[in-house]
């Protein structure tokens, strides 16, 4: 999905469909770093800012869940649940690369923490080499995420919760390209079927 009129990776509002997010995530020669950090922004509905600055200390295994220490909206931490397959895969990631308590999760070969431009980078190379046709930015995962879950039933409240957003009218805007999915899923069958 793409949102004409925008210009650069930073002003596209673009998000994938369920299908378009599967075929990304399920490619077998996705890099394993790519793949985890694709799967937290869109499970955890992270701001790659967030993200970027997640320690392994801020995770906690018992409860499920990734400690934000700040963020865009407040400098109040937050709880953010991770599904169960992705905590899993960000538990193996640590084991496999020795990672202390108090190292980024992610992290550059210069041990720094990664930049934002560098998962930006990474994250179009492989959706290019796999074929997503959709303009791809670290934000379209949370945009997909919050848009999935309107979709699917999950209460607006419920998702402003998880997106973290201080008002209501933030998350309204997500519920707006719900329902743009909605229209052109209708729009399809109307024109191939009904030839409307």
Not at 124 to 150: M, N, P, Q, Y
Request: proline fraction near 5%; hydrophobic fraction near 35%.
């Amino acid at each position: 999905m793409y949102k004409k009129g925008s210009s650069g990776h930073k002003q596209a509002k673009t998000w994938l469909s369920k299908e378009e997010y599967k075929e990304l995530i399920s490619d077998p020669y996705l890099p394993r770093q790519t793949d985890l950090m694709i799967q937290l922004l869109y499970s955890c509905a992270f701001r790659v800012s967030e993200m970027i600055n997640v320690r392994v200390n801020d995770v906690n295994f018992e409860n499920a869940t990734i400690c934000i220490r700040e963020s865009k909206t407040s400098d109040t931490p937050a709880l953010v649940p991770v599904p169960p397959p992705i905590l899993k895969m960000t538990q193996q990631w640590i084991t496999d690369n020795k990672l202390s308590p108090t190292k980024h999760l992610f992290y550059t070969t210069h041990s720094k923490k990664i930049s934002r431009t560098t998962i930006h980078n990474q994250i179009k190379k492989e959706a290019d080499r796999i074929g997503i046709k959709t303009v791809i930015t670290t934000h379209t995962f949370r945009r997909s995420r919050a848009t999935h879950l309107l979709d699917a039933g999950l209460p607006i409240e419920k998702v402003s919760q998880l997106l973290r957003h201080k008002h209501m009218s933030s998350t309204l805007v997500y519920l707006q390209l719900s329902i743009k999915g909605l229209q052109k899923a209708i729009s399809e069958i109307d024109k191939n079927e009904l030839d409307f």
